[in-house]
């Protein structure tokens, strides 16, 4: 698999065939923590219903940081909407720091920080 290719099949997931299975796994045993040729082998074994789907699955959400983002990647057509996650607008924090800081900060308080 060349580098083009590689880019082409993470944009477009539709690319992907049973070709790419021993390239990606190839690479996954060469880099074991390059997580986008891990994705995307597991998404290749899903469309190509591989016996090797759920222990690559098991694999891949250890390494992967999101696992929501991971489940909607498997699974596109059972996202709710393609806008971002929207907070709470009566919350007053979402528990971020810096949402904190602007918190004390719009409130009229001093954070003492230089």
Not at 50 to 72: D, E, T
Request: glycine share 4%; net charge neutral.
């Amino acid at each position: 698999m060349t580098h083009p290719d590689f880019i082409a099949a993470l944009r477009q997931k539709e690319t992907l065939n049973a070709d790419y299975a021993a390239d990606l796994k190839e690479m996954v045993e060469c880099y074991p923590y390059f997580v986008p040729a891990r994705l995307l082998l597991v998404r290749n074994l899903q469309e190509s219903h591989s016996i090797h789907y759920g222990a690559s699955l098991k694999k891949a959400s250890v390494y992967c940081s999101s696992r929501r983002w991971f489940y909607y990647y498997l699974h596109p057509d059972k996202m709710l909407s393609t806008e971002p996650y929207l907070r709470n607008k009566n919350a007053k924090s979402s528990g971020d720091y810096f949402d904190m800081i602007n918190m004390i900060e719009s409130e009229g308080g001093n954070t003492k920080q230089s």
